[in-house]
């Protein structure tokens, strides 16, 4: 073995903050994570509810088409006169007018079609009515997409009266693009409401339950807690409860699932709410997790809807009758109610989240009114606050200054950014305090699923678990992706309608959250040798003004060296520039102008800026070798109401700082940009907008952490090296109580591949762990870190 280039010395009797419920993970409804994912329902638009709202192109009868057969003919039509149920008015009516050998309706489902294995069997229930024929068998079948049946089953609709009617099909064959069919003869009309095709094996077997395949994914990670439903489909709605585009309303996803109203989800698309509240805490409870619900506070920042303060009594309610739906006795209302549903024993709920990366005054006014009631009446809950969706900046510290005047227990921040970001900021939290609210890292992720980005995520996740005294809990985000319906990348877990991977990033966390520990255990590195970097450079390189979306005028450009004196003027340079869509249309579209190319290390650009037309504003480009390296300054932003400063390195950008900032039409703004070293300040109209660092980062020999488990008394020490080369390293275990024989190391090992492989349906664990064990004598040894790797070492 090659000699050690430095010593990792782990001190086994100092401990340090508890590690608690730190690593858990996400459960938001995007890209089909619960309807076509998660959720094992295999019908799509079962209950014919879709609509417009959902998506320009979605109606009632969306992934229905109508079935005759051998010179039958019929008619198929939506009604919603005498419907099952108010809350979803919509049936399908089947009028039958030559019955051949057979007239109806087919689904076919999600991705490719409904997923059949040969030998699996599958429960079909729907709801029928007929006005005739009622001794007239309805066939249900599993056909191919050539019409092949698979598997079939019979039922009689014998009632005029909506009644549930099952059946259980066998598949004879696999095949992944199947269709339920539903056909019968006879005369009259045959009315069909709430179809449904579930596999009778599911996870931990529950009736109409998740997907065996994804919730096992999910369950292998060991997470310590799970946050739900969302993400920003909590609080992107309407305020009435009853809207069809309502915020995620907790209540309402509870009960029989028929009658439960479909819902706009914010990403465009249907949601059934068949995955309810009562199924994400059983889910928590199958799987070890401490349930993490998150509910509106009373604003929605993406349409600026507000409740008025002296309204918000129902929406504080509804965070206290959940608790009580959670921990109540079962005769308490709540508690009773759940009960019902299955679950006398309370679920143990011990967190509440209000909001979502929220931002603007009025959610932190509303606030307030949630958490004092909660503490009055709940005192031991945790709450946890919100710092809105950006690393830092203006909401981000309104979020903060939030927490502290309140007391929350935890703040929740959101980020996604570049793996060189992360890398940079592995020490982000060491200045945190351990006597403030804690921070929830409730969502985070480097922009991709290599190789790479799993890497730079585990190096900034030692950096989480060594300031475990200030950082409470973390979860990576998105969690799941349908690969026909994307709404978001990256994402942790890839699936279609019969096929699921976790991603490089995935085993990533698998590491962390199996190995955790309690407690931190002291750790430090000493010996190495520093690598050769070369010297940060200033931000240098290209200047453009820009716009997006809209039209503007720059007037009075010009360049300042802050060391010198020296200026540059652009004398009616990018005077007019539009990206509006019909300057798009027409071809004369003009979105950048190129100024300089500034070679000083310190300097300060001025302009008058003014919108004439459009809905966002002005885009300031500096710093630049290329489009996909670059800084930039956007001014209006994400619904026009962001300032924003950001870095783009490879492609892949990160907000270094925002904050609050709308441009008006014909309004004349004075911007400034200073830029001295990697250092940058911002002035709209002289006023300071933003003050921020774009931190480079600097490899450093290897991140570490190190953790005890009171369970084994195992000490943990977590190693990432970001190196092209291999580093060899003395692990040196001070104070270990004495051994008789040799000391078992078990290792798990993520290393060998290019940093831009990833894992796919073909590969799926093209990157994944590999384990090995040996024994050492003493308290010390040598351990060699591959090049590009990922090590946990498990010392009992």
Request: hydrophobic content about 35%.
């Amino acid at each position: 073995m090659s000699k050690p280039q430095g010593k990792l010395t782990i001190h086994t009797q100092q401990r340090g903050a508890e590690l608690g419920d730190l690593f858990g993970i996400f459960f938001e409804d995007l890209n089909h994570a619960a309807d076509g994912g998660l959720y094992a329902e295999l019908v799509r638009n079962r209950s014919f509810e879709f609509d417009p709202i959902d998506h320009r192109d979605f109606h009632a009868l969306t992934a229905w088409e109508k079935v005759e057969r051998g010179g039958g003919k019929a008619e198929l039509s939506i009604e919603q006169s005498d419907p099952l149920n108010r809350r979803n008015p919509h049936y399908a009516v089947i009028a039958i007018h030559e019955a051949g050998d057979g007239v109806g309706i087919s689904n076919r489902g999600f991705n490719s079609g409904i997923p059949v294995q040969a030998g699996e069997e599958y429960r079909f229930s729907f709801y029928a009515r007929r006005d005739a024929s009622l001794d007239e068998p309805v066939v249900i079948a599993i056909e191919s997409k050539e019409g092949i049946a698979h598997g079939k089953a019979t039922v009689i609709v014998d009632s005029s009266e909506w009644k549930r009617y099952e059946a259980s099909i066998t598949a004879g064959e696999t095949d992944y693009c199947n269709r339920l069919t539903i056909t019968t003869g006879g005369t009259g009309n045959l009315y069909v409401d709430m179809v449904s095709l579930f596999p009778v094996r599911t996870f931990r077997g529950r009736t109409k339950g998740l997907r065996e395949d994804i919730a096992t994914l999910l369950a292998d990670l060991k997470p310590k807690f799970m946050r739900f439903p969302g993400g920003c489909l909590v609080h992107d709605g309407s305020l009435n409860s009853d809207d069809r585009n309502s915020m995620y309303r907790w209540k309402n996803t509870i009960g029989p699932v028929e009658q439960r109203p479909s819902r706009r989800n914010n990403w465009s698309y249907n949601q059934t709410l068949g995955l309810g509240y009562y199924e994400y805490f059983l889910f928590c409870e199958d799987i070890g997790a401490k349930a993490i619900p998150i509910l509106p506070g009373g604003y929605d920042p993406h349409h600026k809807r507000i409740v008025p303060i002296d309204e918000l009594g129902p929406w504080i309610d509804d965070a206290l009758d959940l608790i009580e739906f959670a921990n109540g006795d079962s005769d308490s209302e709540w508690g009773a109610i759940r009960a019902e549903l299955g679950h006398p024993e309370p679920f143990g709920l011990e967190y509440i989240g209000i909001g979502n990366e929220e931002v603007g005054e009025p959610f932190f006014e509303r606030y307030t009114y949630f958490h004092q009631a909660i503490k009055a009446k709940y005192p031991a809950i945790k709450v946890i606050n919100s710092s809105g969706p950006f690393a830092a900046g203006g909401e981000y510290e309104r979020g903060w200054q939030s927490a502290r005047e309140n007391g929350s227990d935890l703040v929740d921040e959101h980020y996604y950014q570049s793996p060189e970001w992360f890398l940079a900021n592995v020490d982000r939290y060491d200045g945190f305090k351990a006597d403030e609210p804690k921070v929830f890292l409730g969502e985070y992720a480097s922009w991709g699923n290599t190789y790479y980005n799993a890497l730079a995520e585990a190096a900034f996740m030692t950096g989480l678990e060594r300031n475990a005294h200030a950082v409470g809990l973390a979860c990576y985000a998105p969690m799941l992706c349908n690969v026909d319906y994307v709404n978001w990348k990256p994402d942790l877990i890839w699936f279609n309608n019969h096929e699921v991977f976790g991603t490089a990033n995935y085993y990533v966390q698998k590491l962390f959250m199996h190995h955790q520990g309690e407690r931190l255990l002291g750790i430090e590195a000493s010996g190495f040798e520093k690598l050769d970097t070369a010297e940060i450079q200033p931000i240098q390189g290209a200047i453009e003004l820009g716009t997006d979306g809209s039209s503007v005028v720059y007037s009075d450009v010009r360049i300042v060296n802050n060391d010198t004196g020296e200026e540059r003027a652009f004398e009616g340079c990018a005077a007019e520039l539009s990206d509006t869509a019909e300057a798009r249309l027409a071809g004369t579209d003009k979105r950048f102008e190129r100024l300089d190319v500034v070679d000083w290390s310190s300097y300060t650009l001025y302009a008058t800026a003014m919108r004439t037309d459009g809905p966002k504003g002005f885009v300031v480009s500096f710093g630049q070798s290329d489009d996909d390296n670059r800084l930039y300054w956007e001014i209006s932003g994400w619904q026009n109401q962001d300032s924003m400063i950001s870095s783009r390195v490879n492609g892949r950008s990160s907000c270094l700082t925002q904050s609050l900032f709308t441009v008006e039409n014909d309004v004349t703004y004075k911007l400034a940009l200073e830029v001295s070293g990697r250092k940058i300040r911002a002035f709209i109209n002289d006023e300071l907008m933003h003050e921020t660092e774009d931190k480079i980062a600097v490899i450093q020999p290897l991140y570490y952490s190190s953790s005890t488990e009171d369970a084994t008394g195992d000490t943990i020490v977590k190693v990432v090296n970001m190196q092209e080369a291999a580093v060899c390293a003395e692990i040196a275990l001070e104070d270990l109580q004495a051994a008789d024989g040799l000391r078992h190391v078990a290792s798990y090992e993520l290393s060998g591949h290019m940093p831009q492989d990833e894992n796919s349906f073909e590969q799926p664990q093209k990157i994944a762990p590999v384990e090995r064990e040996f024994k050492f004598d003493g308290n010390s040894f040598t351990h060699p870190f591959p090049a590009h790797s990922v090590t946990v070492l498990r010392i009992s």
